[in-house]
């Protein structure tokens, strides 16, 4: 109940294309959704997080696309750059507690 | 923007001794923190919660007596590593945040990369 399910596991995209990374979730009780974006040797860097309340969220080439009644989430990057290459993970954590439960990780690798 | 330091970055120590990592939050207060693992190429998998001025909570399967961890004020958790051995060897990582129960962005630190030889 604690899992968040992310995919794909890895992700090659050529420049300008568009990334989409999914997950799911299975506790009902999860209300706060947010995105890390994390490059090799560093701790995560929060991108941009979404609450159930709203089905899509945009910041820049970035949206969060939220379907409450499936128990998924996605994360759309937008005319991807090779700067984007880097490993992201979705989680999800309750009101009531800020620990974060990480999904598995995709690795997004973007070509010229 | 809130940021959190993590100190050292990368440590390499001998079979049998312990190592402390320290976390602090820079511009803000944290009541709470929280200390991840990762190993290559996989998730993070959250080790405990520290709470300011109380004890840990530890997740399930984690050994609170190998990892020590003190959160001794508002901007400073410690997590200790007692009697390392090389299967400690991994990244581990701290993030701190807002208000409990707010919901609040988690900012991580840089981590820190341990080697036990």
């Known amino acids: 109940q604690q899992q968040v399910k992310q995919s794909p596991q890895s992700l090659i995209v050529q420049k300008g294309g568009i990334s989409i990374i999914n997950c799911a979730y299975e506790?009902?009780?999860?209300?706060?959704f947010p995105w890390y974006q994390q490059f090799p040797g560093k701790g995560p860097a929060l991108l941009i997080a979404?609450?159930?309340?709203?089905s899509e969220k945009k910041e820049g080439r970035f949206t969060i696309s939220f379907n409450k009644s499936a128990k998924q989430f996605s994360l759309h990057i937008m005319d991807s750059q090779p700067g984007d290459s880097a490993t992201y993970f979705c989680?999800?954590?309750?009101?009531?507690?800020?620990?974060?439960?990480f999904g598995t990780g995709t690795r997004l690798q973007v070509f010229p | 923007g809130a940021v959190v330091s993590q100190h050292p970055s990368w440590v390499i120590c001998k079979s049998g001794t312990s190592v402390k990592i320290e976390c602090r939050s820079l511009?803000?207060?944290?009541?709470?923190m929280f200390w991840y693992r990762q190993f290559p190429k996989q998730s993070l998998m959250l080790m405990a919660t520290?709470?300011?001025?109380?004890?840990?909570?530890?997740e399930q399967g984690v050994e609170k007596d190998k990892f020590l961890i003190n959160h001794a004020s508002l901007t400073l958790s410690t997590l200790t590593v007692t009697s390392a051995h090389p299967e400690d060897s991994s990244f581990y990582i701290c993030?701190?945040?807002?208000?409990?129960?707010?919901?609040?962005?988690?900012?991580f630190g840089n981590g820190t990369r341990l080697t036990v030889t």
């Open positions: 993030s701190a945040g807002g208000e409990r129960g707010n919901n609040s962005p988690l900012h």
């Open positions: 506790n009902t009780a999860f209300d706060y």
């Open positions: 979404i609450r159930p309340d709203v």
């Open positions: 989680a999800a954590s309750s009101y009531n507690t800020d620990k974060l439960i």
């Open positions: 511009d803000f207060q944290a009541t709470t």
């Open positions: 520290s709470n300011e001025g109380s004890k840990a909570t530890y």
